[in-house]
């Protein structure tokens, strides 16, 4: 990769992290549910789990 392709998925990712943590910060307004934000920057890999119990 050249510079100009190295920076800008290396911007990439760090948006797409700043997201991905505050859209964890949002939880769900009823039920038992827990939020979970998964970044792998390394794989390119990004997770929003919700998981618990609704009802």
């Known amino acids: 990769m050249d ?3 190295t920076d ?3 911007l990439y ?3 797409v992290q700043r997201l991905m943590h505050e859209y964890g910060q949002y939880k769900p307004s009823f039920g038992e549910i827990e939020v979970e934000v998964i970044c792998d920057p390394v794989n390119d890999h990004y997770e929003l789990m ?3 119990w609704n009802g």
């Open 3 to 5: 510079r100009v392709t």
């Open 8 to 10: 800008a998925v290396t």
């Open 13 to 15: 990712r760090e948006q």
């Open 50 to 52: 919700h998981a618990g």
